[in-house]
């Protein structure tokens, strides 16, 4: 009898195993397929748009801008490629991320250096979450901000200069925090080193710190670029899009974001979105990767 | 007065900038609701009401909360599982590996790429396969948006996942492998109870994005001013209004739309604040 229960108690001790290790390669299987599932997504995207879009992409793509909608109209009609490109958005984004990186950049560098030099200051503490917070906010409502600050009472309308507006408050709380990240981990013995050899303290954030973490700055930046470049929504409510090249900063503008939702809203121009979206995707990405390049480097 | 001290002037009056221009956001969108704020009061988070007739204007944010609340928080139940999986294939199964560091840096190109993009491949990607499988008539509505808003936040809710996943003590693990757990025990009654408020953290992040996000919804959600009464119904979200009617709004209707950016702002930043404060508590 105590055999036959012994025996028992083995049989389910056994069974439990092989039950814990069938559940065991269940999950692990059910992770696989989730992990799978989620860059599958990456493939997927860019795969469409590469099918999609290829066609649509030629010289003229770079240096002309949009036909209107019955030129369109017709050269879809006839069977043939839309005549025309994004050249008003191409250098209309550039024009905004300069503007963006002009107001952003100086400051959110400042801004870093003065958090990773007062790191434990609960004031520093306050600005810290200020940037995050700020990192937080819906592009849209930044438009809105920027729309009351600038198209408002500065331009009296949509312009270049509410769009750069918008994209700089985005960029900067970006900046600000991959500043202070970088330069966090410039070693202390070399600013030591310096403050001991009697170096004024400006000289050693300009010649030391600086140059120590440049890689980092540089990748900070080139992820806020890339962030901010693909933004179409705030763009709405301020720059509001230019059928032509436009270098007024007071007037509006064009960005390729911008011109792809005109693509999409204009059933004539429908063939026109997957070649620009390849081209806004690609830049974004690649500016992403050369960010992610740099910044492993370094480690 | 040295250049030392005039460089930490510097230095802390340029910082004294962000708190203004933060400051600054807060006044604008709220001086820019005050018209609105006075004429509806509390009544315009209840009333569902979203007349831009003229004369008889009548504004209330209910059906966009509403809109908003159901597509995030359908996001976020998809995106869990999804970014929970994920963050254990890079941080635990495959943790140091070449493929661990692919995956990674695939599901970071996922948050690069602009939600105009995300809109477009779900108008002309997902809408058809959601008719094709009988759900909807045309596609849209809160389901598509809530699909392509999760495949959005699935790195913000990965990152950060990853990072405390990878923080678990491996003496720990360790010590429940000798005795005899299996790796899903270990998961469970190891990596989780110890990672648990960081992945916390990171879901809630997540949330927060999906709230805000707009363009992508705004192509995809149907623009319907009607609260959504089912998953496959057309609705509209407080960032998908703004985008659609912010360009012909003038008076009360920008007032009142401010008021929902302002809404909009004052959520995420609750939302944020958590988040980041559950972060600091874990260090």
Redesign the interface.
């Known amino acids: 009898m105590d055999n036959i229960i012994n025996i028992g108690k083995t049989a389910g001790l056994l069974s439990s195993i092989g039950y814990r290790k069938a559940k065991n390669n269940i999950f692990k299987i059910l992770v696989m397929v989730f992990s799978f599932l989620t860059i599958s997504m990456v493939f997927l995207i860019i795969g469409t748009l590469l099918v999609k879009g290829y066609k649509q992409i030629n010289l003229a793509f770079f240096t002309q801008v949009a036909p209107d909608t019955f030129t369109a109209m017709m050269a879809t009609a006839n069977g043939e490629i839309i005549p025309g490109g994004i050249a008003n958005g191409i250098l209309g984004s550039i024009y905004l991320v300069l503007i963006a990186s002009v107001i952003a950049i100086p400051m959110g560098i400042v801004i870093g250096v003065y958090l990773s030099e007062n790191s434990k200051k609960k004031y520093a503490c306050v600005i810290r979450d200020i940037a995050d917070i700020m990192q937080g906010v819906p592009s849209i409502v930044i438009g809105i901000i920027a729309y009351i600050w600038v198209v408002v009472p500065l331009t009296k309308g949509y312009s270049v200069l509410a769009g750069g507006v918008a994209l700089a408050i985005m960029m900067l709380p970006l900046i600000v925090r991959s500043t202070e990240e970088s330069l966090k981990m410039v070693p202390d013995t070399l600013k030591e080193a310096a403050i001991a050899l009697g170096t004024p303290y400006y000289k050693v954030i300009w010649r030391v710190l600086i140059p120590t973490s440049f890689s980092g700055l540089i990748s900070g930046i080139l992820l806020a670029v890339s962030r901010v470049l693909g933004e179409t929504a705030p763009l709405m409510l301020t720059t509001l899009g230019n059928p032509d090249v436009n270098w007024n900063i007071a007037k509006p503008g064009s960005a390729v974001p911008l011109l792809i939702w005109q693509f999409y809203n204009d059933p004539n121009m429908v063939n026109l979105i997957w070649s620009s979206t390849i081209f806004l995707m690609g830049f974004v990405l690649i500016l992403n990767l050369i960010s992610k390049w740099i910044g492993a480097k370094r480690k | 007065m040295?250049?030392?001290k005039i460089?930490?002037r510097?230095?802390?009056f340029?910082?004294l900038?962000?708190?203004l221009?933060?400051a600054?956001?807060v006044f604008?969108?709220f001086?820019?609701s005050l018209p609105s704020i006075s004429k509806f009061g509390w009544r315009f988070l209840i009333s569902d009401q979203w007349d831009p007739t003229q004369g008889s204007e009548n504004y209330g944010a209910l059906l966009f909360i509403v809109g908003t609340i159901l597509t995030s928080v359908l996001a976020l139940v998809i995106a869990i599982?999804?970014?929970?999986?994920?963050s254990?294939?890079?941080a635990e199964?495959f943790r140091g590996t070449k493929l661990a560091s692919i995956?990674g840096?695939?599901?970071?190109?996922?948050a690069?790429?602009?939600?105009?993009?995300?809109?477009?491949?779900g108008?002309?990607?997902l809408c058809p396969l959601v008719v094709e499988a009988g759900l909807s008539p045309q596609g849209f509505g809160v389901f598509t948006s809530a699909l392509i808003l999760a495949?959005m936040i699935?790195p913000y809710a990965t990152s950060l996942s990853n990072t405390t996943i990878a923080m678990v003590p491996n003496d720990l693990k360790e010590a429940a492998y000798a005795l005899g757990a299996?790796?899903?025990?270990v998961?469970r009654t190891v990596i989780l109870p110890n990672a648990r408020s960081g992945m916390t953290a990171s879901y809630i992040?997540a949330f927060?994005?999906a709230?805000?996000?707009?363009?992508a919804v705004?192509?995809l959600i149907g623009n319907e001013n009607a609260i959504p009464h089912g998953l496959f119904s057309t609705g509209n979200t407080m960032?998908s209004v703004?985008?659609n009617q912010?360009?012909e709004a003038s008076g009360l209707q920008l007032s009142a739309?401010?008021e929902l950016?302002l809404l909009?702002?004052v959520i995420?930043?609750i939302?944020?604040?958590i988040g980041?404060y559950i972060i600091k508590k874990i260090g």
Do not use: H
Request: net charge negative; aromatic share 12%; proline share 2%.
């Open positions: 040295n250049s030392d460089l930490k510097v230095l802390f340029s910082s900038v962000i708190v221009i933060a600054a956001m604008s969108l001086e820019g599982p999804l970014a929970f999986c994920t254990l294939f890079v199964y995956v840096t695939l599901v970071d190109l996922l690069g790429i602009p939600s105009i993009i995300y809109g477009l491949w108008f002309y990607i495949i699935v299996t790796r899903l025990e998961i992040l927060g994005r709230i805000g996000e707009t363009l705004t192509m960032a703004i985008a912010f360009g739309l401010i950016a909009l702002f995420t930043t939302i944020n604040a980041k």
